[in-house]
């Protein structure tokens, strides 16, 4: 076959959206032709427009206005493909040779309205960036993109706008497909490795912002983020070693001082809280370990952990109610069924608190011995004994049903009292497997 022929059947294939084909056959032809047929370009560069192959594209046409310098439709397809790339000055270039050809040509003078528009909406978009107006400067650069693609330039402030809205996820996504078409674009690098960071998968941000100021060594913006992801994930892993050692006053200053170093809506902070509430339960203070898990939940509502510690607390705060909706969460997030065991004991303990509470009306723990049980027994009678609480009626009413309280828990949790023996195995048996099941359902972050 002769290369005509060849750009013939290119041009079939081209009709039936067989690009890659297209481009063969028209390559072809070229070959064949020793490259002296501008058509044979033109139709090349259209196929490889309609594979976003732009920057080829754009050579073929200029090989082809080489050939033809008055070829108007080579100056035209060269236009649309450096519109795509944000090649704005190399589009207006490419624009006015058309005008040159026919001024009047209404989709380059069009054409001309777009480039300047593109770059008013690129100019308003960092001015915004500069500002940290993120929703409106996303706004602005959404409209960039309708017209300009493929550029990587008008990319990078998305990222960067998405960033500023804590949209680490997004970004990543974003820049993953710059840096597949250039590995060493430093700023996609390094706004890859802010979002990895975000997202508190430090050592993949480290390695990621490593990349970055390799390829651009001077940046001090490359510099400082590196340094602080350093000193973050170096503060972190002392404070868990901190609790790891049960030095659990120290992590809790360790983790402290960490979330001084981030913001409250980073991946990073509610970790940070979530473990600080680790330590605070440790340590007996349980409204604190639910203060800090709320605040992990208000950062990431599907933060398993947090509602499984947040539930622990409420549990020995004697919140019931608050336990058991923590754990049914839980047990929505995860359907492994362990959590289930958690919220049976919940509900059980919600129910048992319905009844009289024996120890706390003598004020003892659940694993009193007798001896306690008895100073309890008789401390409580001396104090709430009637004659002693007879300065009003309502004071030795009270008194009275107190006092015949204290007999009847004395009676009941007496060791020998075959129900205080029984109830008491079972209540230890129960409380023993569920703490075992908190520490296998709540691991250390």
Request: proline share 3%; glycine share 4%.
């Amino acid at each position: 076959m002769n290369a005509d022929q060849y750009k013939e059947i290119g041009n079939t294939k081209y009709k039936a959206g067989q690009y890659r084909e297209a481009v063969a056959l028209y390559t072809k032809a070229i070959e064949l032709d020793g490259g002296k047929t501008p058509s044979y370009f033109t139709n090349r560069a259209a196929a490889y427009f309609m594979l976003n192959n732009m920057e080829s594209a754009i050579e073929d046409c200029k090989a082809a206005t080489s050939l033809d310098p008055n070829l108007m439709k080579a100056y035209q397809r060269a236009a649309k493909c450096c519109l795509q790339l944000g090649d704005l000055q190399e589009c207006r270039k490419q624009n006015f040779e058309v005008l040159r050809l026919d001024p009047k040509e209404q989709v380059a003078l069009e054409d001309l309205k777009t480039v300047d528009r593109v770059e008013k909406e690129i100019k308003i978009a960092r001015e915004l960036l500069q500002k940290s107006e993120w929703h409106k400067a996303l706004a602005h650069v959404e409209i960039a993109l309708k017209f300009a693609s493929l550029s990587d330039a008008v990319k990078l402030l998305k990222a960067r706008a998405l960033l500023g809205l804590n949209k680490p996820q997004e970004v990543i996504t974003l820049t993953s497909d710059i840096i597949r078409n250039d590995a060493n674009s430093a700023e996609a690098l390094y706004l890859r490795g802010l979002a990895l960071y975000q997202t508190n998968n430090v050592p993949a941000a480290l390695k990621m912002l490593q990349s970055a100021l390799r390829s651009d060594p001077d940046n001090m913006d490359f510099r400082t983020a590196y340094k602080r992801a350093q000193t973050f994930e170096a503060k972190k892993k002392e404070g868990n070693d901190a609790f790891s050692a049960g030095n659990y006053e120290e992590a809790i200053n360790i983790y402290s001082e960490c979330l001084q170093l981030e913001p409250n809506t980073s991946s990073l902070s509610s970790t940070l809280y979530c473990n600080r509430a680790a330590a605070y339960l440790k340590l007996g203070k349980h409204q604190e370990a639910i203060d800090d898990c709320t605040k992990t939940i208000e950062i990431d509502p599907n933060y398993e952990k947090a509602y499984l510690r947040r539930a622990a607390a409420s549990m020995k705060m004697e919140k019931w109610d608050d336990a058991i909706r923590d754990y049914e969460k839980a047990s929505q997030m995860n359907e492994d069924g362990e959590a289930d065991h958690l919220l049976r004991e919940a509900k059980l303990e919600k129910k048992k608190s319905l009844r009289k509470d024996y120890y706390k009306i003598l004020d003892i723990p659940k694993d009193a011995d007798e001896y306690q049980i008895k100073k309890a027994y008789k401390k409580g009678a001396l104090k709430w004994h009637p004659d002693k609480n007879n300065e009003t009626p309502e004071a030795h009413e009270k008194a009275d049903q107190m006092f015949k309280d204290i007999g009847e828990a004395y009676t009941v949790l007496s060791s020998g009292t075959p129900t205080r023996t029984t109830k008491h195995r079972r209540l230890m048996k129960r409380q023993t497997k569920c703490s075992k099941t908190l520490e296998k359902l709540i691991p250390f972050s």
